[in-house]
């Protein structure tokens, strides 16, 4: 099992679940990550947060933490 997290940078993940609770797992999903959806990661910051990613054509930053919650293949 692969997060968000520990995908190198230039790499397009397809995410497969979404684990986390209640108000920051439905954030998550607002910002278009959902399951089935393929993500870009973009760039990672020198100290790895935050992570920049381009999901359904525009770029988001996401923290560590919560590309922690994102298990991608």
């Known amino acids: ?9 230039g790499q ?3 995410v497969t679940k979404l684990t986390g609770e209640g108000p920051v ?10 399951k ?4 870009y ?3 990672v910051a020198p100290l790895g947060d935050p992570i920049e990613v381009t999901v359904r ?3 988001l930053s ?3 933490a919560d590309a922690e919650m994102i298990i991608v293949e």
Not at 36 to 39: E, S, Y
């Open 12 to 14: 397009t993940v397809k």
């Open 41 to 43: 990661v973009r760039k």
């Open 62 to 64: 996401l923290r560590k």
């Open 1 to 9: 099992m692969k997060t968000l997290k520990e995908t190198a940078c």
């Open 25 to 34: 797992k439905r954030r998550i999903m607002d910002m278009g990550i959902t």
């Open 36 to 39: 089935g959806v393929t993500v």
């Open 57 to 59: 054509g525009y770029e």
